[in-house]
């Protein structure tokens, strides 16, 4: 039997967003799509998740998240700059993916690889196709910043920004196979994991995305990675390293670089207004963050100088590691001054 909805009470009017509290207007699209979709985060439990309250599960929450040392009274009040949501994120990419695989067509056509010069060959063999290495590492840290955010706002940035991280392994995947199979003889497709996990330029950035894996409070992994890491490897390994190879012919390189380009500038400002609304909401975060930003900066440094000394191996067109490394710190730097953050001092 059908039951009829009983009727709301005299002079009260149902509303139709009431998890939005009491509001004038519709919630866009983006609003509607985000709101309450952490499903650890849903108001009524006693926990996190379901189950006993002292179970590993949600003790990690609770240690972890809840008391952070990164609080304000409400985060469900963050929103994301760009207003993404899964479908426009979809449309967006599918639009970039089209014109990524037109270039990749068009080049290969030409056979733009074959005429790669033995020196470059080297450098994309240690410095380009080993990123998928420590992208993925990085990957794997939005992921859990994703899952353990205390707003659903914040787990739908890093979720996205997971896609696109997942896109640069994928890309620099298909230029792998491009590359060997043009030269199968120059090592692209089998020592990367060497060149990785041995080569000395590598080292640095190895030892901060794999101390960036266990810092499992939300905030801190957040900072290490959004806020000081991957804005100074970006700078290296997307925006010089991009220049390096203009110079030395090989506009392909520059370009996919340039494309991917938008993907961090995306993440840039939801992880900028992220930092802003800390700091607004809580003043007492900027000294939160800076600690944090003192604690991962020298990391990001020593990151962007050794990977520097793979672009000094050209003899000419180079670039000096210690230029990699300063302009690498400037960007960032820049980064912050903008957001008001500075790192701690020591003492």
Do not use: C
């Not at 996919?256 to 380009?261: C, D, K, M, Q, R």
Request: aromatic share 8%.
């Amino acid at each position: 039997m059908t039951e009829t909805p009983s009727a709301p009470p005299a002079g009260k009017r149902l509303r139709t967003w009431s998890a939005f509290g009491d509001i004038r207007k519709r919630p866009s699209e983006y609003e509607i799509v985000t709101e309450g979709a952490n499903w650890t985060l849903r108001s009524g439990r006693k926990a996190p998740l379901e189950g006993n309250p002292s179970s590993p599960g949600n003790l990690w929450l609770t240690t972890y998240r809840d008391k952070s040392p990164l609080q304000v009274e409400d985060w469900g009040g963050f929103r994301d700059p760009d207003a993404q949501t899964y479908r426009s994120y979809v449309a967006l990419q599918d639009e970039q993916e089209s014109q990524v695989n037109g270039l990749l067509e068009q080049y290969a056509e030409a056979g733009a690889d074959a005429t790669l010069g033995e020196r470059w060959r080297h450098v994309l063999a240690h410095l380009l196709t080993p990123q998928r290495y420590p992208l993925h590492g990085l990957q794997k840290i939005e992921a859990y910043l994703g899952y353990v955010a205390p707003s659903p706002y914040i787990t739908n940035a890093a979720a996205l920004g997971t896609a696109d991280l997942l896109r640069r392994v994928t890309r620099v995947a298909y230029r792998t196979r491009e590359l060997q199979l043009a030269h199968p003889e120059g090592g692209f497709g089998t020592g990367e994991r060497e060149v990785w996990e041995r080569a000395q330029g590598w080292q640095p950035t190895r030892e901060a995305v794999e101390l960036a894996l266990i810092s499992y409070d939300w905030a801190e992994a957040f900072t290490a990675v959004n806020l000081v890491l991957l804005p100074t490897l970006d700078d290296v390994l997307l925006r010089q390293f991009g220049d390096v190879a203009r110079e030395n012919g090989d506009e392909l390189t520059w370009l996919l670089n340039s494309y991917l380009s938008r993907d961090t500038e995306r993440r840039a400002r939801w992880s900028a207004a992220l930092a802003r609304y800390a700091v607004e909401h809580r003043p007492a975060n900027a000294d939160v963050l800076g600690k944090w930003i003192a604690r991962w900066s020298p990391r990001a440094d020593a990151a962007a100088e050794s990977l520097g000394t793979l672009l000094e191996t050209l003899p000419e067109r180079g670039r000096a590691a210690g230029v990699v490394a300063d302009q690498a710190r400037d960007a960032r730097t820049r980064f912050h001054a903008e957001l008001g953050l500075v790192p701690a001092t020591a003492g």
